[in-house]
């Protein structure tokens, strides 16, 4: 089965040994999301550009060398790279810096959608920090209403991050809520679940129904995460995990939640089942502990080898 990721790529510069050091990653949700499938043994494509410069290349390079089929191949002149630097202070709680180039942004096209891969996916994601991108959005939009469409199950990280928004919250949950109606499998954690309008656990229930959506998991970091699914929640408890300043963690969760179902061979939302969906939050928990563990970005990403091990370690066999 395979999975198509839609958005961006960014360079993490992440902490070094020394205070003036740091380490150069690549980074971004989508991109992240798409390693994190390909690690898990899915074929997993992702369709973003980035710039003609040697962070471009570094990104592009990136995701070729992690096994991802590249929708776009061609590097644009005008240098689209995003750069975060990513810094820690005593209490290792993470702040960002980022450094985007003029004229940023993914600059992607309807015309980059008509790549044989997105004709076999069996799933599309995007995240919302996509919407936030001007013309970025359209080809964002675009692509999740054609694969709807085309009966292609549906994945969307709301991923709100306030400086992608100019701290604009009622524009993002704007942009969100074009997108939720085609939505079949979705991530968000306690802070946007509120952005969207929804404070209480029974208000995420009537939102589903008013969506029409399968399946909503909320990521609660240590405390582990929980799904929301045909009127019930599922529950698992955090793994244990050696630190919290990590990025990609997320991203490493939602990759094993979502390879969890196409290993399993999921064409429909509807033959969801308990048993599934349980073993889908203990792949994607072992997951985001083992990348925490290995302090982010897409190096961390677990293999499939590393999940499984962790996965009898953690969740035995009754």
């Known amino acids: 089965m395979k999975c198509l990721s839609i958005g961006e790529m960014i360079v993490d ?15 971004g949700a989508p991109a992240n999301l798409a390693v994190a499938v390909a690690r898990q043994e899915c074929e997993a494509g992702f369709c973003g550009m980035a710039g003609d410069d040697d962070f471009g290349r570094f990104l592009l390079r990136t995701l070729v060398d992690n096994g991802v089929t590249p929708l776009v191949t061609e590097l644009t002149g005008e240098a689209v790279t995003t ?18 180039k003029p004229g940023a942004d993914m600059l992607l096209e309807k015309r980059h959608i008509g790549h044989p891969f997105f004709d076999e996916a069996d799933m599309v994601h995007a995240g919302s920090c996509s919407l936030s991108k001007g013309p970025a959005a359209e080809t964002t939009v675009y692509a999740m209403e054609e694969g709807h469409r085309r009966g292609k199950m549906i994945s969307f990280d709301i991923n709100y991050r306030e400086w992608m928004w100019d701290f604009d919250r009622t524009a993002a949950a704007a942009a969100v ?17 509120d952005m969207v309008g929804c404070a ?34 599922i529950e698992v408890s955090g793994v244990p995990a050696a630190c919290v300043d990590t990025t990609g963690a997320g991203d490493a969760f939602w990759g094993g939640f979502l390879a969890a179902l196409m290993k399993a061979g999921l064409k429909n939302p509807a033959e969801l089942n308990e048993e599934l969906l349980l073993e889908a939050l203990r792949r994607g928990n072992v997951c ?24 009898r370690e953690m969740y035995p066999p009754v």
């Not at 563990?293 to 091990?309: H, M």
Request: proline residues 3%; aromatic residues 12%; hydrophobic residues 45%.
């Open 13 to 27: 510069f992440l902490p070094g040994e020394s205070e003036d050091m740091f380490l150069r990653r690549a980074g």
């Open 83 to 100: 750069m975060a630097f990513v810094t820690l202070d005593a209490q290792g709680e993470r702040s960002f810096v980022f450094a985007r």
């Open 177 to 193: 809520g074009i997108l939720l109606p085609l939505v079949d499998f979705l991530k968000f954690s306690e802070e946007e679940a």
């Open 200 to 233: 209480a656990e029974t208000d995420f229930f009537d939102f589903l129904r008013e969506k029409h959506i399968a399946v909503a998991v909320e990521t609660r970091g240590a405390a582990g995460a929980r799904c929301f699914w045909n009127g019930r929640i």
């Open 288 to 311: 985001g502990a083992l990348c925490v563990q290995k302090k982010g970005a897409v190096e961390s990403l677990p293999t499939a080898n590393e999940t499984e091990r962790y996965m």
